[in-house]
């Protein structure tokens, strides 16, 4: 739950997006899947959205967790990254490297000792205008 709450909001309404799931119930339709292999393709999927599995690892996660021949894995993780990873890949990139620093804490610690200081990012206040869209 708490790797929930620190997503951007994008991650969050992918996670639970009708339009995700109607494209896992057409990418079953298309590779003419059983329920439980689009269920099992969903719950990985869901769990990259989270920054528990690397996006990297998406394609092996399902050939192993989900019983798909390399073939198989290789087509639908495209079809799912196309279409549900790419249109928040920016976000995603920025969860799962957040995970990964988490992962590892002696990195802040390291990255400290070369003056590099790792900052929550800024949440842009939504009641305020920017100074561009005033000037313009």
Do not use: W
């Not at 951007?8 to 009708?18: D, G, M």
């Not at 869901?46 to 050939?63: A, C, N, Y």
């Not at 073939?71 to 969860?95: C, G, W």
Request: contains cysteine; negative net charge.
């Amino acid at each position: 739950m708490q790797k929930y709450l620190q997503l951007s909001p994008e991650l969050k309404q992918a996670i639970f997006s009708v339009k995700n799931a109607d494209i896992m119930q057409k990418l079953g339709e298309k590779y003419y899947l059983p329920i439980e292999k689009i269920q099992c393709l969903a719950k990985i999927a869901g769990l990259v959205l989270l920054g528990e599995i690397p996006i990297e690892q998406f394609e092996s996660e399902i050939q192993k967790t989900c019983g798909f021949i390399p073939e198989s894995a290789q087509a639908i993780s495209q079809d799912i990254y196309q279409q549900i990873f790419q249109p928040v890949e920016r976000f995603l990139q920025q969860a799962q490297k957040s995970a990964r620093i988490a992962q590892e804490p002696n990195i802040k610690q390291e990255l400290a000792e070369h003056g590099v200081e790792i900052r929550a990012p800024k949440q842009q206040d939504k009641y305020r205008e920017s100074i561009s869209e005033l000037t313009d």
